[in-house]
């Protein structure tokens, strides 16, 4: 049994977040706790809430212990639910484990997903978007949205490396999504690329929109280099 950070997690749920809704925008918190399992045995626990937004509280390594200890009941139960990870071919795990060719990424969550640089998100809009938020997704299984006429923080901050952007605005009175998928292996290259002098080197992540307020490039930079990141096609 490992202890949760108790002060951290009631800190995140006291502060909680601003959300926005059909009559506006209001105080929001966390909605539960869950906890992530990778190959090797690192473990991840979040606070999560079903608005978008996620906060890593804990990294921890799980001990290997004999399955006959487990309950019987439960074992059955865990087998159940491995077989179905591993088969569900959607998800990005089980087809690394069923892929005759990718080894499988040990530590890769702990020495990759969570590693952190210094940076801040930026939307460069031609125009105001009606309703609008965007979402921005980090590899290492955190989320935040943005819901202020800008869509862009305000402050460089430390954090893990983004992985997926996705807007959502009403356009002629219907609502439009836009997304961008990152290259993982393109946006870790570039941010050790800008930062390679000095690791707290300030990054801004600009993404672009067209005049309907689609995403239609995203770049990374910092005061002397920009580059063009590489989004992944549906």
């Known amino acids: ?41 690192d473990v991840a626990v979040w606070t999560r809430s079903n608005w978008g937004h996620s906060a890593e509280v804990g990294f921890y390594k799980a001990k290997k212990m004999d399955s006959l200890k487990i309950p019987e009941f439960s074992r059955t ?19 690394i484990l069923n892929s005759k060719k990718d080894s499988i990424p040990y530590g890769i969550w702990r020495d990759k997903y969570r590693q952190k640089f210094n940076w801040k998100f930026q939307c460069n809009l031609e125009s105001k978007l009606e309703d609008s938020d965007i979402k ?14 800008e869509l862009s923080e305000k402050e460089i901050s430390l954090k893990a490396v983004p992985s997926e952007i996705k807007l959502i605005h009403l356009y002629q009175k219907k609502t439009k999504r836009s997304w961008a998928d ?53």
Do not use: H, M
């Open 77 to 95: 139960e865990y087998q159940e639910k491995l077989k179905r990870a591993i088969s569900g071919n959607d998800l990005k795990w089980s087809k």
């Open 136 to 149: 921005i997704k980090l590899f290492n299984g955190e989320e935040f949205i943005l819901i202020n006429d």
């Open 1 to 41: 049994d490992t202890p949760l950070n108790k002060q951290k997690i009631t800190t995140l749920f006291r502060n909680g977040f601003s959300s926005k809704n059909s009559s506006g925008i209001f105080d929001n918190t966390f909605d539960y706790i869950i906890a992530g399992l990778a190959p090797g045995g």
């Open 182 to 234: 990152l290259d993982e292996n393109d946006v870790y290259k570039a941010f050790k690329t800008l930062s390679a002098e000095n690791k707290n080197t300030p990054i801004i992540i600009e993404c672009n929109l067209n005049n309907q307020g689609e995403i239609e490039s995203v770049n990374a930079k910092n005061k002397s280099k920009t580059i063009q990141l590489k989004l992944i096609e549906d």
